[in-house]
């Protein structure tokens, strides 16, 4: 057997039940978007990472340094925001080819603090190594109060089911990155969507310390894939309403010219770092209210764990197929 035949999620799951017992102060382990430690006094502590390659996770023909330090920390913010938590250190490694101009690190670190020092964030250290190839990879320290943590583990059916933002975007953009130039005239806004993410922590905040979510998940790998987290977490099951799907403006006539389906781009492209989560009913107005600044829509609706995952298009259910950005699928 193989990491091919059983996805990064299969080992995942493997490394998790390979792991020492926890000890008493691990909150939460492997299996949601950071872990989760108890330290004493109001807050809990939140620990995450996060890698990018060089490669796999971008291409430098279309990716410039600075660009590349930007989307590096807002990977790692966003799974601070999903937890409902605030950024405070990030330590940073640094795999890079012997060759690199050091004027490119230099950018590189400009768009690690541009984004850094927008939420709060402190770079106290890190490490540095040679490398075939660039790679960088985070680790971020944060806090959340404890009365405002959220989990994927606690949708409950009847919740409604809710995005922040627009999706495909990132995918879109990711499409025509790959294509090359020329970019078609005014794509620039869904290109940037893929090379320039904004977390949603200031979103997240604003839920947590007025409303009660009851789970939340950032969108990295898709729509579909990370529902179907939530939901697994949850124990729960959920029906998505194709036609509520908010998508990127200029989704669509990405799809146009380079064919695919719109909804296939926020379904299974990943990489928007939007919010999806879950609310009582009578909360989503209030939630709406709050995020007048921001793009908020109900997309569907938790269900029975036997009613599984379903997708409603013009009325007719069906079950959703599940699929995303996998490292090591086929």
Sequence with gaps: MKLEDIGEFGLIELIRKEQSPQGGEVLVGIGDDTAVIKQGGDDYLLLTCDALVEGVHFHLDYTAYRELGWKAMAVNLSDIASMGGVPKYALVSLCLPPLTDPLKVKEFYWGLRELGERFGVGIVGGDTTSSPVLMVSIALIGRVRKEHLVTRSGARSGDSLLV????????????????????????????RRHLTPMPRL?????????????????????????????????????????????????????AKILGGSPYDFALYGGEDYELLFTLPPDQVERARELLKETDLTSIGQILPSDEGLVISVGGQKSPLVVKGYDHFSK
């Design 164 to 191: 922040t933002g627009t999706l495909g975007g990132a995918e879109g953009g990711l499409k025509l990155l790959k294509r090359g130039r020329p970019y078609p005239k005014g794509m620039e806004g869904i290109i």
């Design 202 to 254: 200031k979103e997240a905040k604003l839920l947590v310390e007025n409303l009660e979510p009851t789970a939340m998940i950032d969108i990295s790998d898709g729509l579909a894939l990370d529902l179907s987290h939530l939901i697994e977490e949850s124990g729960v099951g959920a029906e998505i309403w194709r036609e509520k799907i908010p998508l990127h403006p200029q989704a669509e006539e990405v």
